[in-house]
């Protein structure tokens, strides 16, 4: 007998509730093996709960070996936010002979600091007072720990008023008609433990502003414009 569509089926396969034998004989095979593989015996639990344990056991030491790694890699105490480092700066102004010591850190100047910078470095000859760039002391800070000096920053020039900058553009060589001094961005310097030729030298590495190496005058001259040389 065949079917609708011309498949050759057995007359019992066509009863409801009845059942091909010969299909039940080379199906019944299959179906034991699939119910032997599905029943979970003892012996296949442990096996598998030995494999969940070991699989943990290797997860377990793979994050502990990060963590270690990055400990050693980076010491608990540097893997926060680091302390911002402090600089102590002892000043003599060479005019004035003023002295003055700051504490200073970089990209975070205080008021106080401020305030006592901007009295120290005004203008001599008129008492002018100005703003002082904290960059400059940014520098300062960037040279003392390129160079290891502790030694004392001789101010030679701080602010210049525009009345003071003028005459000095009368009677001396070399001074800029819009000075970076009248800004309050600039300061003409030595520094007691190095030679002029070493500051101008490492500032020059620095790259954070302009540098001028006078000589015959021996000092040199910092700002916070664009780096240039001269």
Request: glycine residues 8%; positive net charge.
């Amino acid at each position: 007998m065949t079917t609708s569509s011309g498949v050759p089926c057995s007359p019992n396969s066509l009863l409801p509730g009845r059942i091909d034998i010969g299909s039940a004989i080379v199906f019944l095979p299959a179906v034991s093996k699939w119910l032997s593989s599905s029943i979970e015996t003892p012996k296949k639990t442990k096996q598998r709960q030995s494999q969940m344990v070991n699989i943990s056991r290797r997860r377990f030491l793979a994050v502990s070996a990060q963590a270690a790694a990055g400990i050693l890699i980076c010491p608990p105490m540097e893997c926060w936010a680091r302390a911002p480092r402090k600089f102590r700066l002892s000043f003599f102004h060479t005019h004035t002979e003023e002295c003055l010591k700051i504490v200073h850190t970089p990209g975070r100047c205080s008021r106080s600091v401020e305030k006592k910078i901007r009295g120290f470095l005004r203008d001599f000859r008129t008492g002018d007072t100005h703003p002082i760039d904290p960059g400059l002391l940014d520098m300062l800070c960037k040279i003392q720990a390129a160079t290891g000096s502790r030694g004392t920053i001789e101010i030679v020039s701080g602010y210049r008023s525009p009345q003071t900058n003028h005459r000095l553009r009368q009677s001396t060589r070399g001074v800029a008609k819009k000075s970076f001094h009248m800004k309050g961005r600039a300061i003409d310097i030595r520094i007691a433990d190095l030679s002029t030729r070493r500051l101008r030298d490492t500032a020059t590495s620095l790259r954070s502003g302009g540098v001028g190496y006078y000589a015959k005058s021996d000092f040199v001259h910092l700002d916070t414009g664009v780096f240039r040389t001269w």
